[in-house]
């Protein structure tokens, strides 16, 4: 049974920095794109980060450019997003996801709340 469990949300005042971990069990984590996405309230799921198999390739989001870094550690089966700079917009409940080369994103956490006050 796969599971991603998401972890390192929070409250955070505007300017400030949270990193957001996600465990992942029952995959060959090494074989999956891993990454982030967020929803506010009131919006639809948005992308945010993503990172290839071995972490050579990263995608970011414009909104995040800059601000946030993906990365991933195989031999624990963790991927993590630092958030720097946080803005009050970044509020939403963040979750991971992974996917097979080629495919949409399969398997989902159930996600960490991001709060961040003005």
């Known amino acids: 049974q796969v599971q991603l469990v998401e972890s390192g949300g929070g409250l955070v005042q505007a300017g400030g920095s949270l990193r957001l971990s996600c465990a992942a069990s029952?995959?060959?984590?090494?074989?999956?794109?891993m990454g982030w996405f967020r929803q506010a309230p009131g919006k639809e799921r948005e992308f945010v980060a993503a990172i290839r198999l071995y972490g050579t390739i990263t995608d970011y989001a414009d909104s995040v450019k800059g601000r946030f870094t993906i990365s991933r550690e195989n031999a624990k089966n963790t991927v993590y997003l630092q958030m720097n700079t946080l803005k009050p917009e970044d509020t939403a409940i963040y979750y991971c996801?992974?996917?097979?080369?080629?495919?949409?994103?399969?398997?989902w956490g159930q996600g960490t709340q991001v709060t961040v006050s003005s």
């Open positions: 029952g995959l060959t984590f090494s074989r999956y794109n």
């Open positions: 996801a992974a996917g097979t080369p080629g495919s949409t994103y399969r398997y």
